[in-house]
């Protein structure tokens, strides 16, 4: 099921060599399972007058060997182009031979996950770009497209190679979908069947992955669903950390996977991960490694918000887990790995406090759903992130041209219980009052509030996020 994506179809429809026209080249990364080559090949349904061709780099093993990714190739080549297999002798003959299928132009010649294509080459993006000067790029109505998952080995191979700069009509990092289009993979008579929370727990642990809410039966409750996904040996997202760690990281995956844990209980400093790896401070290659992490979607940075000026500072940065996905992994199924490779894995007591703290991570990431709920103008927005003081914590604290608000975000099962006022007053009294600007209080919550918050004086907004996705 192919949902959203409208403005990157359009994108692609004005990037792409048009029929006789001008070859082009077209470099699209992305977190694992987004959706790269989904959307390519979804563009490419539609292109009547486009030919489409595809060939697949594979997730490199223990031993790569030269000899068998050739014929794996030949085998891809003999299939996308419904021509005899070629008999491959070395790598340079490889991929100087796809240009033999290419002539006819008018087409999409799509490479997906580049960055895993002639693993046992010394220079595949040299090679590559050699083709393409040499042959591709006098071939009319030809698209050359390369995804990866890897974005800093695209970034350094092909982005940054001087030899491809200027050449690349279209870039573009895909982000995971926005909680407006994920929720449309629930069919619509069955979703309006839904309670809210329900719906919203799909998108506490799939985010804006469309390959996991395919992987979701909507004829089921969510209980049963993340109990057969999760919480079972041949689960899905039981398997899935251990197989983006070694598909994505190979050597570096003990380590990323350290910091990750690291990471999943709070906010850290690149200082106070360097100490928790047993450096003496942050080098290089960790900073290389945070980048490497950041650019593959599993985590974000922030740097401190000082409210006495009104600015961030620009040293000392924060990193947090932004991904649903591995957020839940560590919370839920990482501390019962043992129950469940021995088939008595259970959802954990305290599920709805776990996906409560993922519900304040996922509507920051949707933060326009946030801003159309407090009905505040986007351009009016100075800055926002969640608010960590020495005695003051707040979900989410926006400030505007005007007004501060201090949002809070609640999932419960149930309606959000009357004695959450008072922890709304503290917060209030300890961040005091600007000389210059109003404060404003918030609830965000998806299955109601007590009566009496509504009608509470400390407290200005009550809003159901549900109420706002459209």
Known sequence: MFVGRNSELKSLKSAVAKPGGKATVIVLTGRRRVGKSTLIEHFAEKQKSLSFFKITGTPPKKVNRTKVELSALATQIATTFQAPKPVLHDWNDAIFALKNYLQQGDCLFLIDEVNWFAKTHDDPSGTLFTLWETHLKHVKGLTL???????????????????????????????????????????????????????????????????????FDFTQSFAHNIQRLAFTSDGYFYSEFPTLMKDLFRSKAERVETILRFLSSQRRSATEIALHLGLDKPNGYLYQTLEMMEKSAFISTTYPWDLKTGKRSDYDPCYYISDPYIRFYFKAIEPQLRQIARGNGRAPANLDSLLGLQFEHVMRNNIDIVFRALRINASDVLDYDRYLGQELEVDLLIETRRSFYLVEMKYFARKVPAKIAKDIRQKLERFGLPRNKSVRSAILHVNGVAESLESNEYIDICECVMDHLE
Do not use: C
């Open 145 to 215: 497209i390369m995804t990866g998952s890897l974005a800093g080995w695209i970034q350094q191979n092909i982005l940054e190679n001087t030899g491809w700069y200027g050449r690349i009509s279209w870039q573009h990092i895909l982000n995971p979908l926005p909680l407006t289009d994920t929720l449309k993979f629930i069919p619509a008579a069955r979703r309006q069947r839904l309670s809210n929370h329900e719906i919203m727990s799909y998108a506490l642990v799939a985010g804006g992955i469309p390959f996991y809410w395919e992987r």
